[in-house]
């Protein structure tokens, strides 16, 4: 059992660098789940914000057992929301295919989505301290 996890942690820390290829639709396509995900990163950079109802969070990937792989805190001010859950939509979709493919396992462990503020100018999470 620890073999499998282990295994299928190996899977998911190279899922970041797996280039498949997606099925053609158009010459605009993001080809591989690398430039999707590099892609979000450069649209999402700017995090800043005048009010917290601009600050998302979008979903992205998917587990071989269901449920986000990860959260992406951005802000809707100077990226366009559209766009983001286009590339979002497109990294889940690269990622189920390599679930099905490799038959992948996971921890299944569903992470939340984090709660976000506009604090300093800048969408981040925010993380509510009990006494």
């Given amino acids: 059992m620890k073999k499998r996890l282990v295994v299928c942690l190996g899977y998911l820390l190279t899922l970041s ?11 605009n396509q993001i080809r591989t789940m690398s430039q999707a995900e590099q892609k979000l990163s450069e649209i999402t950079q700017d995090k800043s914000c005048d009010a917290s ?7 992205i990937g998917e587990k071989a057992c269901g449920g986000a792989s990860e959260y992406l805190i951005f802000s809707s001010k100077n990226t366009s929301t559209e766009h983001a859950e286009h590339l979002a939509s497109e990294i889940t979709s ?30 981040q999470e925010y993380k509510l301290i009990k006494p």
């Fill in 94 to 123: 690269f990622e189920q295919i390599y679930n099905k493919q490799n038959q992948a396992l996971a921890t299944c462990q569903h992470l939340l989505p984090p709660q976000t503020l506009c604090i300093n100018s800048s969408c």
């Fill in 17 to 27: 660098a797996c280039s498949l290829t997606a099925p053609e639709s158009s010459d």
């Fill in 53 to 59: 109802y601009q600050c998302r969070v979008l979903a």
